[in-house]
Structures are given as structure tokens and as C-alpha cells.
T-cell receptor, first 116, second 111 residues
Framework: DAGVTQSPTHLIKTRGQHVTLRCSPI?????VSWYQQVLGQGPQFIFQ???????GRGNFPDRFSARQFPNYSSELNVNALLLGDSALYLC???????????????FGEGSWLTVV | QKEVEQNSGPLSVPEGAIASLNCTYS??????FFWYRQYSGKSPELIMS????GDKEDGRFTAQLNKASQYVSLLIRDSQPSDSATYLC???????????FGKGNQVVVIP
């Protein structure tokens, strides 16, 4: 089975531009979440979606938005890019639900965003 | 107090030795704990999950959980050069299924 797939893998944007990152979860997984990881730090939670509904939002500005589609894929949008948005953006999927093992989270390879 | 703390600096261990990593967390109701390995320039890879107090072994890896002390650890036995990576401790917060991570510990295995 394919793991979590993300696109694009690398991209360079200019300050003020907009970016869309895409993610397909592991087959059968209904929960998708997004994390931002800057160099030297652990990943920081941005959003979580389950069954197409937003279930959680981290401490990020409104420039960050996301959605989940009926096929459980997801996209993360960032408007008005700042230099500080340069980071590795990770998509993660899990089965969802309330069982312990159902909430094991698996990460994709990530999208490296550089803002210049 | 940070949600998840990994305070040790880079850890250098000789090949074949045991590497020991520690992590503390602040939320007393957390039930799910994970260790991820992250190679430079790559995404985190799940290596261990633990939900109950005590030890859990998987190959050369052993995770230990003590909920009373809010403490999770990872032991890497017979360390290999391929174990050289950053190890991230993570705690799952239910409700929004959010993982809170420590900043990671770098492990360098010296041949």
C-alpha cells in the first residue's frame, strides 16, 4: 500500500505569494493533519481534519487554511507568504476514531517551502 | 512548562553501545506516546508507540513509559551507524488528534 503522498516536494515562492500543498492519506485513513517543521525544532501542529470536518487548529495565523475532500485527500493553503513561512510542511494520516491504535499518525515525505 | 521536553544535547555513542533518550510531558491525561526517527532532510518515521506503563520492545528498540512520573524513554541497543538521526518524542492529545513534539535529540553513532 502507498504511504502518505505529498506534492510538490520542493517549491520556491516569493514573499506575498500564495501556495497550495496537497496530500493523499494512506488508503483507508480518514484523518489528515498538517504540521510545520522549521530547522532544529519538532513539528508544530497546524490543522487536523476528520471526515472532512476541521477537528483542530494550532496557533497559526488566518493566512493558513486547509480543507479535506470527499476522498479524504487534503490541501493546505498559505496566503501572503512571509520569509518565516519557509519550512518543511508535513502531512500526516491516521485511521481516526477513538481507539488507541487508530490514532497512530504516519507522516508523508513533506513539502519543502522556501520563501524568498 | 513545555508540553513535551527533550533536554539532552547531541548524544554520541560508540557502535554496539546502548543509546538512551529521555522525554517528559506535562499533560497527565495523555494515553498515547510515540518515538519518531528523522534523518537529516527527511520526514519523521514512526519507530515506536507505547500506551501502557512499562516496557515495550521491538527489535533493538525499547520504549519505557511511566505515567506517574510523566516520563517516556527510548533505548537503542547495539547501536549502528544507520541509527544516527534525530529522535523525536511525541505525545498525542485526543480531541483534535494533535501530536505535541519535543525538539528532538540528535544521536551520532561512531563506528
Amino acid at each position: 500500500d502507498a504511504g502518505v503522498t505529498q506534492s510538490p516536494t520542493h517549491l520556491i515562492k516569493t514573499r506575498g505569494q500564495h501556495v497550495t500543498l496537497r496530500c493523499s492519506p494512506i488508503s483507508g485513513h480518514k484523518s489528515v493533519s498538517w504540521y510545520q517543521q522549521v530547522l532544529g525544532q519538532g513539528p508544530q501542529f497546524i490543522f487536523q481534519y476528520y471526515e472532512k470536518e476541521e477537528r483542530g487548529r494550532g496557533n497559526f495565523p488566518d493566512r493558513f487554511s486547509a480543507r479535506q475532500f470527499p476522498n479524504y485527500s487534503s490541501e493546505l493553503n498559505v496566503n501572503a507568504l512571509l520569509l518565516g513561512d519557509s519550512a518543511l510542511y508535513l502531512c500526516a494520516s491516521s485511521l481516526g476514531g477513538w481507539s488507541l491504535t487508530g490514532n497512530t499518525i504516519y507522516f508523508g515525505e513533506g513539502s519543502w517551502l522556501t520563501v524568498v | 512548562q513545555k508540553e513535551v521536553e527533550q533536554n539532552s544535547g547531541p548524544l554520541s555513542v560508540p557502535e554496539g553501545a546502548i543509546a538512551s533518550l529521555n522525554c517528559t510531558y506535562s499533560d497527565r491525561v495523555s494515553q498515547s506516546f510515540f518515538w519518531y526517527r528523522q534523518y537529516s532532510g527527511k520526514s519523521p518515521e514512526l519507530i515506536m508507540s507505547i500506551y501502557s506503563n512499562g516496557d515495550k520492545e521491538d527489535g533493538r528498540f525499547t520504549a519505557q513509559l511511566n505515567k506517574a512520573s510523566q516520563y517516556v524513554s527510548l533505548l537503542i541497543r547495539d547501536s549502528q551507524p544507520s541509527d544516527s538521526a534525530t529522535y523525536l518524542c511525541a505525545v498525542l492529545y485526543y480531541g483534535n488528534n494533535r501530536l505535541a513534539f519535543g525538539k528532538g535529540n540528535q544521536v551520532v553513532v561512531i563506528p
